[in-house]
């Protein structure tokens, strides 16, 4: 566990390169939400899949990952929010064991991507509850929006409703526990668990009203929106916390 790891952006496509080439914004040249990498910008699954290991993507954040796509060549893009199974969890990591099976009994690296806890923050019955108990009032009610982050001004923000926002979205996280969770069983059920590395980390954090009411991300390089987590889960290796500053970009 890195205790003190940071993003280099608060927002996808920026972030999303550096993960995937240990480079720096100014490097790589995806410094905004429209660039493309630099040609010859090194991601990991151009260099893997060149040592002959089996590369895949699943993921639900194709505004980040759509600009690596070409130069990643990737062996197989799953995209289940456009193909019509929604925005959660699940079916990325249905689609990301999908992957793995395809592997084959070859040596892979595989992406996967769920985009929660973003929004929508959606309620999940049974989990939600744990943090937020109710009534789930309007103009927030049980599925918070885009739309609604941007005008949170304008929406009468009580302490009560603050607590709603943060509830919803703590959900998503314990939510997000449990797919994760699914997918550590269906390693084990395809017999690969006990020679897989997994590397989890995230691009950004989210703004819950911290900084005079600001919420979501990409509006500051404040501590909630870079501080992110990195964990490696490497099979045989004793539990270790390191307390240095890390960086997703190296």
Known sequence: VFAHNQAVAPSSPPSHASIHSGQLPRVHGVVGDTAGPAPGTPLLAAITGAAGLYTGYAGNNDFAMGRLRKASGWRQVFAPIFDGKGDGCRPVIERTLELVRAAAGRRFFVTSLPIDPHVPYDHHPGITERYFDGP???????????????????????????????????????????????????????????????????????????????????????????????????????????????????
């Not at 302490?159 to 998503?172: A, H, K």
């Not at 994760?180 to 980390?201: E, N, P």
Request: aromatic content about 6%; hydrophobic content about 40%.
């Open 136 to 250: 789930f009032e309007r103009p927030l009610g049980k599925r918070v929006t885009s739309a609604h982050l941007g005008r949170i001004r304008s929406l009468g923000m009580t302490p009560t409703r603050w607590d709603q926002l943060r509830g919803l979205y703590d959900g998503e996280v314990e939510f997000l526990d449990g797919c994760l969770a699914a997918l550590g069983d269906g390693l084990s059920a395809l017999g690969v668990a006990d020679r897989t590395a997994i590397v989890l980390t995230s691009d950004h954090g989210e703004g819950m009203g911290e900084r005079g009411g600001r919420v979501g991300h990409a509006y500051s390089l404040h501590r909630e929106l870079v501080d992110v987590p990195l964990v490696w889960l490497v099979p045989g290796a004793a539990p270790r916390r390191l307390d240095l500053v890390s960086s997703n970009a190296r």
